[in-house]
């Protein structure tokens, strides 16, 4: 998986409609760079650092917590190209000036720590937000005991020693967080993700329960000592392979779905145990087959269904391609005509499906690891009604 880094971000506006373009950068952030974790209330606040106050309008400013596997130096980037997006004009004239929307990055931390980046385009922490109100009291809001890598104080603190003696006021109208506006799970306590051997299934479900607050259920075939001996001889270790997989599946997810967590929005996992008739259905004797679907059967029947069941469709090609990135030396050797029969049988079972919610979506000419574009178009045909 990619690193994932937390980054805090300084919003501000003092001309044209403020309150809607600090909201425009916000969707665009979701859009473009991450999901955002939390947003401070607005604050009105005088113009700082302006030669002349005459005319200036005041500012509109806040602060958020953003949440991106893209690396500084791109979050710059692309926050760069939100404030062009929206009209700010960069000057080479010194001092400050008016501007549609301004985005600065104030802190970045990578699991537990704090980074420090001193580079010529990007400075982190941020080396002037410990002067200026207009930042700490938004800051504050979401990030009160946050510490200060380098000056060792909390943002609280650095808030009472502030000698910017500015008055804010809170504007009584909150910004949206397009994370949950955009892409509401609300309706589903269950999400099943399935797909081929390199979907990305384990990759979408994962990332899913980290952006949107829930328990995430991830299939446990890494621990099976059959999966490898059945590549290299299926024959042999077939039916072995498949009822330990049944036997292990029936277990977790009995064991998952019935311990609630009261902390956690919903559930994604990503497998459906009713993958187990269709593998074996492709691996197995027709006389073995025939045992094994009864076995199935008693052990399905008593299994919690996904309120939705998201299958995702990948050709051949890009499976092989994802199977060869991903290195698994005992996946190296699967044909293509292996992957065919699963993705037609998948594709089979789907078909007659009249019990679960299931949507199919194409991603063969999609990256959702890559493109942030990408994972955004599958999220939202998952919430489409």
């Not at 955002?36 to 958020?64: H, M, Q, W």
């Amino acid at each position: 998986m990619l690193q994932t880094r937390n980054f805090y971000i300084a919003l501000g506006s003092n001309t044209g409609d403020k309150f809607k373009n600090l909201q425009s950068a916000i969707d665009a952030i979701y859009k473009k760079i991450g999901c955002v974790r939390v947003i401070s209330k607005v604050y009105k606040t005088p113009a700082f650092g302006f030669d002349s106050d005459t005319d200036i309008e005041d500012f509109y400013n806040a602060c958020l917590i953003l949440e991106s596997d893209l690396k500084p130096n791109k979050v710059l980037k692309e926050l760069l190209e939100i404030e062009t997006g929206l009209g700010r004009i960069r000057t080479k004239t010194k001092g400050y000036e008016s501007r549609t929307i301004d985005l600065d990055v104030l802190f970045i931390t990578s699991g537990k720590e704090s980074e420090i980046i001193d580079t010529k385009s990007l400075k982190v922490p941020h080396p002037e937000l410990h002067k200026r109100k207009f930042v700490l009291e938004p800051l504050n809001a979401i990030a009160p005991k946050f510490n200060h890598p380098n000056l060792n104080k909390t943002i609280s603190e650095l808030l009472v020693d502030c000698d910017d003696e500015s008055e804010l006021e809170s504007v009584n109208i909150w910004l949206k967080n397009p994370s949950k506006q955009l892409h509401d799970f609300s309706k589903y306590n269950y999400i099943a993700i399935e797909g081929n051997i390199g979907a990305g299934k384990t990759t979408l479900a994962t990332k899913m329960s980290n952006d949107y607050n829930a328990k995430l259920i991830l299939e446990r075939f890494a621990d099976n000592p059959f999966l490898p001996k059945f590549y290299d001889d299926a024959q042999r270790y077939a039916f072995t392979l498949e009822m330990s997989f049944l036997a292990d599946r029936y277990q977790q997810i009995s064991d998952d779905l019935s311990q609630l967590d009261l902390f956690k929005d919903f559930m994604v996992s990503d497998y459906d145990i009713f993958k187990s008739l269709i593998f074996s259905k492709i691996t197995l004797h027709e006389d073995e087959f025939k045992l094994y679907r009864k076995l199935f059967y008693l052990m399905y029947k008593d299994i919690a269904k996904p309120d939705l069941y998201v299958y995702l469709y990948q050709n051949t090609e890009r499976l092989q391609e994802n199977i060869r990135k991903r290195g698994r030396e005992y996946e190296q050797n699967i044909d293509n005509e292996y992957l065919e029969k699963i993705n037609s049988g998948y594709l089979e079972f789907l078909k007659n499906q009249t019990e679960l919610n299931v949507k199919i979506i194409d991603i063969s000419d999609r990256d959702f690891i890559k493109s942030r574009e990408d994972y955004l178009f599958i999220l939202d045909a998952i919430c489409k009604n």
